[in-house]
């Protein structure tokens, strides 16, 4: 059997590509990596993953121990809120190993990133509820001052006011599967035909709430949601959404990788068009 570990040595490199993240145990960054997976195996590639939440060590260690491994790419990915190796990664590029930076909106710094278009996700949601029809519309969303939440509202304000519609009802309510009393009144009050959920879960839980009061869906009240995973496909009805592609975006950044390693040019940001999934509940 050949040496791998000797080969490595031999050549500098590895034929293994790491994958940071916090936590693998949810359909958000295990679509990911089966799509980074997925395209590396094409070409003979290895991942490797990285949790944050259970290696309990810094950023620069962590990237220190992929440059001892002599890993030959990395890929780092997460929440769009959240701002993990944005700084550190300059160092791997100073080190010459190639990496991409997934799903953060965040300025060009130097090394590929990969994202989706999250400007149009407001939009797109307002479209689409309102060409089911409906025309008294609400964003439910939970507590947040993140600026990409904000943005999301204010989009689909204002893509619902340019139909010359009434502004929507911005309401908020903890995530879970139980949605806050008030926001149930209001949504079940006959004010509002039409829900943009700015989470799959909150979605999902809306749904159950909904159907428990005797709400009609999507005839009394359409729900659409944030993310597309199996838990869209097993509500009752079965629940239409905002897809961000994350499967696509692993596959994406795993091409990026390997252009990378390949020497061939890579756009400095890459981004997919988000989509709608039409389902049931709209």
Avoid at 30 to 35: C, L, R
Avoid at 78 to 93: A, I, P, T
């Amino acid at each position: 059997m050949p040496n791998v570990v000797a080969q490595s040595l031999k050549r500098s490199s590895t034929d293994n590509i790491a994958v940071i993240l916090p936590r693998i145990n949810t359909s958000y960054y295990s679509d990911m990596t089966s799509g980074i997976s997925w395209e590396l195996a094409k070409h003979g590639y290895h991942l490797f993953i990285y949790e944050m939440e259970n290696l309990h060590k810094p950023e620069l260690e962590v990237l220190q121990m992929m440059r001892e491994n002599m890993v030959a790419g990395v890929i780092s990915i997460g929440m769009s809120d959240d701002m993990m190796f944005r700084d550190s990664l300059v160092y791997l590029v100073e080190w010459g190993i190639p990496v991409v930076y997934v799903n953060r909106l965040i300025p060009y710094q130097g090394y590929p990133l990969l994202y989706p278009d999250f400007m149009r996700v407001g939009e797109l949601a307002a479209n689409h509820l309102i060409k089911r029809g409906k025309r008294r519309l609400a964003l439910l969303q939970k507590p947040s001052g993140e600026d990409l939440v904000v943005h999301h509202a204010e989009t689909f304000r204002a893509a619902v006011q340019a139909h010359g519609l009434e502004p929507p009802a911005i309401l908020e309510t903890a995530p879970g599967l139980v949605t806050s009393p008030e926001c149930l009144a209001r949504l079940t009050g006959g004010e509002i035909d039409g829900v943009f959920v700015l989470n799959e879960l909150m979605a999902a839980g809306l749904i159950k709430c909904l159907t428990q009061q005797g709400i009609r869906i999507p005839e009394d009240i359409a729900v659409l949601g944030f993310g597309n995973s199996l838990v869209g496909e097993i509500t009752a009805p079965e629940l239409s959404c905002v897809d961000l592609q994350n499967y696509e975006l692993g596959v994406h950044g795993a091409r990026l990788i390997l252009r990378q390693i390949q020497g061939l040019p890579i756009e400095p940001v890459t981004m997919l068009e988000p989509s709608i999934v039409q389902r049931k509940s709209t």
